[in-house]
T-cell receptor, first 111, second 114 residues
Framework: DVKVTQSSRYLVKRTGEKVFLECVQD?????MFWYRQDPGLGLRLIYF???????EKGDIPEGYSVSREKKERFSLILESASTNQTSMYLC??????????FGNGTRLTVT | AQSVAQPEDQVNVAEGNPLTVKCTYS??????LFWYVQYPNRGLQFLLK??????LVKGSYGFEAEFNKSQTSFHLKKPSALVSDSALYFC????????????FGAGTILRVKS
């Protein structure tokens, strides 16, 4: 089975801090995704990547950036965390034409 | 614009009855379609997918989904609901024309009562 590992399960940060969320997958998948999940809004795509060093904006990229220096790792960066970025963050990976596999999520609280 | 709609926030069904969770999408071309399930305090699990071929696809836990191109729909179905099917269900669409962008609907809570 594909394993998608998110480095932290829970994270608490202060407003204005720079925050790094890390995601690693072990199945050589080309595609990787970052979503945030909020009640009533479902999963909203922040950024995705279909290859090393490639990135595409999703539907809500403002306030976020990403890095994909290696195929297995996809990092989400909050340059200056704000309270409205308090959310559950989900990382996923997939091969073309397959269903995505998800990590267990990182619940980020910004105070 | 690419979008996925799940028109029902919640679906209630009695155990043993058939269930349907609705999904429609807005896109041109031939999208890939998926259903996922999320149980409380757990990550998303893949249920089934439609890429091409038969419009009725079968997936995990007895679920199936019917692709209807003319109605741009991909409704999730199960002939006989179980209480353990109660969870949050997400429809998702991959838009190959947009670099494999994978977009999710807002989710539908399924409650199966005994």
């Amino acid at each position: 089975d594909v394993k998608v590992t998110q480095s932290s399960r829970y994270l608490v940060k202060r407003t204005g801090e720079k925050v790094f969320l890390e995601c690693v997958q072990d199945m050589d998948h080309e595609n990787m995704f970052w979503y945030r999940q909020d009640p009533g809004l479902g999963l909203r795509l922040i950024y995705f990547s279909y290859d090393v060093k490639m990135k595409e904006k999703g539907d809500i990229p403002e306030g976020y950036s990403v890095s994909r220096e290696k195929k297995e790792r996809f990092s989400l960066i909050l340059e200056s965390a704000s309270t409205n970025q308090t959310s559950m963050y989900l990382c996923a990976s997939s091969k073309a034409g397959t269903g995505a596999s998800f990590g267990n999520g990182t619940r980020l609280t910004v105070t | 614009a690419q979008s996925v709609a799940q028109p029902e926030d919640q679906v209630n069904v009695a155990e043993g009855n058939p269930l349907t969770v609705k999904c429609t999408y807005s896109v041109s071309g031939n999208p890939y379609l998926f259903w996922y399930v999320q149980y409380p305090n757990r990550g998303l699990q893949f249920l089934l997918k439609y890429i091409t071929g038969d419009n009725l696809v079968k997936g995990s836990y007895g679920f199936e989904a019917e692709f209807n191109k003319s109605q741009t729909s991909f409704h999730l179905k199960k002939p006989s609901a179980l209480v353990s099917d109660s969870a949050l269900y997400f429809c998702a669409v991959r838009f190959a024309e947009y670099g494999n962008k994978l977009v999710f609907g807002a989710g539908t809570i399924l409650r199966v009562k005994s």
